[in-house]
C-alpha cells in the first residue's frame, strides 16, 4: 500500500510539474516576442512622428518618440503631393506592376503545382527539381546576362522585365501548392474523369476551390515582395514616369535631402508603407497560415 500511495504521489507531482513548466515557457517565449516585436515597432513609430515634425525640429530635436508639439499634417495632405517626381504616379506604377504580376502569375503557378502534384508525363520529377534548383542562384549572379537579353530585345526602360517574367510563374509558389495540392485526394480527381471532366475544368472546378487558402496566403507575401522589391527596378527603370514607388522615393532622397527636408522624405516613406500595413492587417490570418499550411497532408 505504501509503494502504491507513494506511485501515485509522484504520478499526481509529475502532472501538476508538467503544465507549470509548459507554461513557464510560454512566457519566456512571448516575453521574447513582445520584445522582438517593440524592437521592430520602434523605428516605424519614429518615422511617422519624425514625418510630422518641421525640417527645423528635426535637426534640433534629439531622438524622440513623442509627438511634435505642433503636427505638420500638411506633410501628408499637400506637401508630399507636390514633390516631384510624382509620389502618386509611383504608387500606381507598382500597383500596375504589383497586381498584374500577381494575378497571372498566381494562376500560372497555381496550374503547374496541380500538374506537378496529380498529372503524370516523362521528366516530371527532373524538371520539378530543376525549378527548384533556380531558386538556388541568387538575381546577382543572373543581373548582368539578364540585362544584356532584356537590352538587345529593347526591354529596358519598359516595365516588361518586371511583369513578363513574373507573369510566367514563381517558383516558391508552386513548391509550396504542390506540396499542398498533394494532400487533396486523388481519388477525387479519378472520379472526376469518370464523369468526363477534362483537366483543366478539374484544376478550376476542384483544385482552386480547395487550394484557396494557400493560394491566398502565397499570393499576399508576393504582393508584399513585388511592392517592396527595389533592386530589379532600379536597374530597368529610367524614365521619372515609369518609376515605382520605392525607387522615386530614392530619387527623392538624392533630391530633397540636399535642402535636409527629411521630415518630407519620412512622409513619403509612410505612405509607401501603408499598402503593405493595410494588407497585411486585413489578410493577417492567411499569412500566418501559409506557416501552418506547409506542413498540411
Known amino acids: 500500500m505504501a509503494e502504491s500511495t507513494i506511485d501515485i504521489k509522484k504520478l499526481k507531482s509529475k502532472v501538476h510539474a508538467a503544465p507549470l513548466h509548459s507554461r513557464r515557457a510560454d512566457g519566456l517565449i512571448y516575453a521574447f516576442l513582445f520584445s522582438g516585436a517593440i524592437v521592430m515597432i520602434i523605428p516605424l513609430i519614429w518615422m511617422f512622428e519624425s514625418s510630422l515634425k518641421t525640417p527645423g525640429q528635426f535637426l534640433t530635436t534629439q531622438l524622440s518618440l513623442a509627438m511634435p508639439a505642433n503636427p505638420q499634417w500638411e506633410n501628408y495632405f499637400k506637401r508630399v503631393w507636390q514633390m516631384e517626381p510624382a509620389l502618386q504616379r509611383g504608387i500606381l506604377n507598382s500597383i500596375i506592376i504589383s497586381v498584374s504580376t500577381i494575378v497571372v502569375g498566381t494562376f500560372v503557378s497555381s496550374l503547374a503545382a496541380f500538374s506537378y502534384s496529380k498529372l503524370r508525363f516523362p521528366g516530371k520529377a527532373k524538371l520539378f527539381l530543376a525549378e527548384l534548383a533556380t531558386m538556388m542562384i541568387p538575381f546577382s549572379v543572373i543581373m548582368i546576362p539578364q540585362f544584356i537579353i532584356y537590352a538587345r530585345i529593347g526591354w529596358v526602360n519598359t516595365w516588361l522585365p518586371l511583369i513578363i ?128 499550411l506547409s506542413g498540411l497532408k
Request: charged fraction near 10%; hydrophobic fraction near 55%; charge should be neutral.
Open 165 to 292: 517574367p513574373g507573369m510566367l510563374g514563381n517558383v516558391g509558389m508552386i513548391f509550396f501548392l504542390r506540396q499542398y495540392m498533394s494532400g487533396i485526394p486523388t481519388s477525387v480527381i479519378e472520379s472526376a474523369r469518370i464523369d468526363g471532366a477534362g483537366y483543366f475544368r478539374i484544376f478550376l472546378q476542384i483544385m482552386l476551390p480547395n487550394a484557396k487558402p494557400a493560394i491566398a496566403a502565397q499570393g499576399i507575401l508576393w504582393f508584399m515582395a513585388a511592392w517592396n522589391d527595389y533592386f530589379a527596378p532600379s536597374i530597368y527603370l529610367h524614365d521619372d514616369a515609369l518609376l515605382t514607388v520605392q525607387v522615386m522615393i530614392s530619387r527623392l532622397n538624392a533630391m530633397y535631402a540636399i535642402n535636409t527636408d527629411y521630415p518630407l522624405l519620412l512622409t513619403a516613406s509612410v505612405i509607401s508603407l501603408l499598402p503593405i500595413i493595410i494588407v497585411f492587417i486585413i489578410f493577417q490570418r492567411q499569412i500566418i497560415a501559409s506557416v501552418a
